[in-house]
Nanobody, 112 residues
């Protein structure tokens, strides 16, 4: 099983970022993909999850107005898009096939 994420991103406040998570080595629709982030110096923070089979989503209340999870079942890839970025969104973002397999993380740096 592999989850490979897209590279680091630098964004200005108020903009958006979209991170990809390409999976392989298992049947993509058989398990959720969850997204978790880690702000520097803090613990892991669950953002939510998506079911690739029916595209059903569940978002953590903190993010539900700004985040969108999608999947492309033709490429076995999951995406997270976070809008209206703030400086406190600076973090490493991880996708996970809960919670045994993890992507390598994507650093998003929000700075003016």
């Amino acid at each position: 099983v592999q989850l490979v994420q897209s590279g680091a991103e630098l964004r200005n406040p108020g903009t958006s970022v979209k991170i990809s998570c390409k999976t392989s080595g298992y049947t993509f629709i058989n398990d959720y993909i969850a997204w978790v982030r880690q702000v520097p110096g803090q613990g892991l923070e669950w953002m939510g999850r998506i079911d690739p089979e029916d595209h059903g989503t569940r978002y953590a209340r903190k993010f539900q107005d700004r985040v969108t999870f999608t999947v492309d079942t033709s490429t076995n890839t999951a995406y997270v898009e976070l809008n209206n970025l703030r400086s406190d969104d600076t973090a490493v973002y991880y996708c996970t096939r809960p919670y045994r397999w993890w992507g390598q993380g994507t650093l998003v740096n929000v700075s003016s």
